[in-house]
């Protein structure tokens, strides 16, 4: 038999527990964007930073790839295109890919409201798409920006290629990508920083040296 408490007549010290619980579960997504050259390390920094830290990494570019091979997806084929010429994907596809993914990873644990946005916003049609879809919905923290020069993104991406599989590490693709990063991506991140939200970050370094830097940013941050 089912016995139910008596909820009616509690207290508010009674009630406060559940009510601070309760909060919790509603939290909003609390967002850090990562972002950078292509291979100037922003997924290989998520993925250590989701080892030492409670975020969820979702990679714009991996939920791309990931819809582009689903069967049955209505964008596979334009989404093929747009990543192999180093073009930036309508923002409706990508943001819904985005917004389903962080409320999934929600719906699983509600603990789980702090994300690593990694590639994304690349361009004004990005940032107006999120702000947009977003808007009162989750809370842009800061920007990790992963700053390197184009000679060093150019060598780690075709050192990449060798084994990625991707069909966009080879200097053809390359070299339209890193046109896209200066000519749309850095004006977003030039945005943030008028906001003085960004942290910059010497990503030419070694992977643990670089970390090192991110952590002391995190710290600083939370
Ligand atoms: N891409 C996109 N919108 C995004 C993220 C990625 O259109 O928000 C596409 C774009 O063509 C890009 C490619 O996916 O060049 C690869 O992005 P990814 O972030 O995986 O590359 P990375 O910067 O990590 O090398
Ligand atoms: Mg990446």
Same mark, same amino acid.
């Given at each position: 038999? $089912?016995?139910?408490?008596?909820?009616? !007549?509690?207290?508010?010290?009674?009630?406060?527990?559940?009510?601070?619980?309760?909060?919790?579960?509603?939290?909003?997504?609390?967002?850090?964007?990562?972002?950078?050259?292509?291979?100037?390390?922003?997924?290989?920094?998520?993925?250590?930073?989701?080892?030492?830290?409670?975020?969820?990494?979702?990679?714009?570019?991996?939920?791309?790839? =990931? =819809?582009?091979?689903?069967?049955? #997806?209505?964008?596979? !084929?334009?989404?093929?295109?747009?990543?192999?010429?180093?073009?930036?994907?309508?923002?409706?596809?990508?943001?819904?890919?985005?917004?389903?993914?962080?409320?999934?990873?929600?719906?699983?644990?509600?603990?789980?409201?702090?994300?690593?946005?990694?590639?994304?916003?690349?361009?004004?049609?990005?940032?107006?798409?999120?702000?947009?879809?977003?808007?009162?919905?989750?809370?842009?923290?800061?920007? $990790?920006?992963?700053?390197?020069?184009? =000679?060093?993104?150019?060598?780690?991406?075709?050192?990449?290629?060798?084994?990625?599989?991707?069909?966009?590490?080879?200097?053809? #693709? @390359?070299?339209?990508?890193? !046109?896209?990063?200066?000519?749309?991506?850095?004006?977003?991140?030039?945005?943030? =920083?008028?906001?003085?939200?960004?942290?910059?970050?010497?990503?030419?370094?070694?992977?643990?040296?670089?970390?090192?830097?991110?952590?002391?940013? @995190?710290?600083?941050? #939370?």
């Amino acid at each position: 038999m $089912l016995v139910r408490e008596p909820r009616a !007549q509690e207290g508010l010290s009674e009630k406060l527990p559940r009510v601070v619980h309760r909060l919790s579960v509603i939290m909003k997504p609390q967002v850090v964007f990562v972002l950078g050259g292509p291979g100037a390390g922003k997924g290989t920094q998520c993925a250590k930073i989701v080892e030492n830290y409670s975020y969820t990494h979702l990679s714009a570019g991996d939920l791309l790839r =990931e =819809e582009r091979s689903r069967t049955g #997806s209505e964008f596979g !084929q334009l989404i093929d295109t747009y990543i192999k010429e180093g073009k930036i994907v309508p923002v409706e596809i990508t943001i819904n890919l985005l917004k389903k993914a962080m409320e999934e990873t929600m719906k699983v644990d509600e603990k789980k409201f702090r994300f690593l946005i990694d590639g994304f916003p690349r361009n004004q049609d990005n940032l107006q798409g999120w702000n947009t879809v977003m808007d009162g919905k989750a809370d842009v923290k800061f920007v $990790l920006f992963f700053d390197c020069s184009n =000679e060093v993104c150019i060598d780690r991406c075709l050192e990449r290629g060798k084994s990625s599989g991707r069909t966009d590490d080879n200097r053809a #693709s @390359l070299e339209k990508r890193i !046109q896209t990063y200066l000519q749309s991506t850095r004006p977003i991140i030039e945005q943030y =920083e008028k906001q003085g939200k960004v942290h910059k970050i010497d990503a030419s370094r070694s992977v643990d040296e670089v970390f090192a830097d991110v952590k002391n940013i @995190l710290e600083k941050e #939370s």
